[in-house]
């Protein structure tokens, strides 16, 4: 453990510095608002976040010595499919804030690694590979990313739609703290990752919402959420001795098919009973409203909806993977700690959600809300007045197909 923690520390070491990334880069965004009369109809929003940060490689000694080394940082990326531009499109409602439209992908990728801090004659030595990441993304060849269309709604905050992917990915690794004639060694390699695309060869990210006549209908909502945090490879020693190392991170992965199959087994459907065989809504041989676009990939369709709140659809898939290992502390004592693998969900989910042709109240309405949370806390010492010795292999893993 030790000889592997000092190869780490002796890649990309550096003086004391503080480097903070903050930027927003946003993907080409096709807004259009056409023929809404009323109240705040056909409002629009299209506001991607980025918010990287990168605090690492940064070293503090005061009477005693300290070295810290970092390699990589905090990246954010949002990015449409290739040739394709964000489209948004609300047409042709009447009433009171029908067809209002949120589209908000945040990324705060944060990464804190790599940092040293040696005080009153202790020394402390840190070293991280990795850092925090967030990618947005389409597949290539998809259509545009994101596609949002609200038309012809009329009563009251129909066809209102929010689509906000949030990642924030947090990397808390390769940390040291030697204090009071004590030493310190961390190390670190991977970091917190978070990836949200669609299926390949699918649309992008597809929310329809067409004809809807009441009050709340057709309303959807499609919020995946993905918060990796990893913390491992940390290492604190008070007149004693501290060594920690962790390799793998956190990791969030939202989009695309299970391996080998064609299509994903999770796909909610609600059709009247003599469509559920004859295909897609809009496709050849259905019967619905002409001109209904077909989702093969990541789609959200809500249509012809009476009533009040037909049609309303939550998609929330929620990745939270925490690793938390490879810690050490000791005081007066000796603690050594190790950990490979860590926290990793997996959700391939495409999200194609159809509601269709629903009378009523509250038909129609669906809930797709996959929640993963695999939390890894595991080899970890701590040795007071002792000695303490933990390792770990794997970690905690979470998969939805």
């Not at 940390?175 to 030493?183: D, K, R, Y």
Request: hydrophobic content about 40%; proline content about 6%; aromatic content about 2%.
């Amino acid at each position: 453990m030790n000889s592997w923690i000092r190869r780490t520390l002796q890649v990309g070491l550096v003086s004391a510095g503080f480097v903070l990334v903050a930027g927003a880069t946003a993907a080409q965004a096709s807004v259009h608002s056409i023929d809404n009369d009323g109240v705040l109809n056909g409002t629009q929003v299209v506001a991607p976040v980025q918010l990287p940060v990168n605090i690492c490689g940064n070293a503090v000694g005061i009477l005693g010595s300290a070295v810290a080394g970092c390699e990589g940082g905090a990246t954010a990326k949002l990015h449409s499919a290739a040739g394709g531009s964000g489209g948004v499109v609300s047409k042709d409602n009447d009433g009171v804030l029908n067809g209002t439209q949120i589209v908000a992908p945040i990324q705060a990728p944060v990464e804190i690694s790599g940092n040293a801090v040696g005080a009153v004659l202790g020394s402390a030595v840190a070293g991280s590979n990795g850092g925090a990441t967030a990618t947005k993304s389409a597949p290539a060849g998809g259509s545009s990313m994101p596609g949002v269309h609200s038309i012809d709604n009329d009563g009251v905050l129909n066809g209102t739609q929010i689509v906000a992917p949030i990642q924030v990915p947090i990397d808390a690794c390769g940390n040291a703290v030697g204090a009071v004639l004590g030493n310190a060694e961390a190390g670190c390699i991977g970091g917190a990752t978070a990836k949200l695309h669609s299926a390949p060869g699918g649309s992008g990210g597809g929310v329809v919402s067409k004809g809807n006549d009441g009050v709340l209908n057709g309303t959807q909502v499609v919020v995946p959420v993905q918060i990796p945090i990893n913390v491992c490879g940390n290492a604190v020693g008070v007149l004693g001795d501290a060594v920690a190392g962790c390799k793998g991170g956190a990791t969030a992965t939202h989009g695309g098919h299970k391996p080998g199959t064609s299509t994903d087994s999770g796909d909610e459907h609600q059709l009247p009973v003599d469509t559920k065989n004859a295909g897609w809504p809009g496709n050849p041989g259905t019967p619905g409203t002409p001109g209904l676009p077909d989702l093969p990939g990541t789609g959200i369709l809500s249509a012809g909806n009476d009533g009040v709140l037909n049609g309303t659809q939550v998609v929330a898939p929620i990745q939270v993977p925490i690793d938390a290992c490879g810690n050490a502390v000791a005081l007066l004592g000796s603690a050594e700690a190790g950990c490979e693998g860590g926290a990793t969900a997996k959700n391939t989910f495409s999200g194609k959600v159809v509601s269709w042709d629903n009378d009523g109240i509250g038909n129609g309405t669906q809930v797709v809300a996959p929640v993963q949370i695999p939390v890894d806390v595991s080899g970890n010492a701590v040795g007071i007045l002792g000695s303490a010795l933990a390792g770990s292999h794997g970690g905690s893993t979470a998969q939805l197909w």
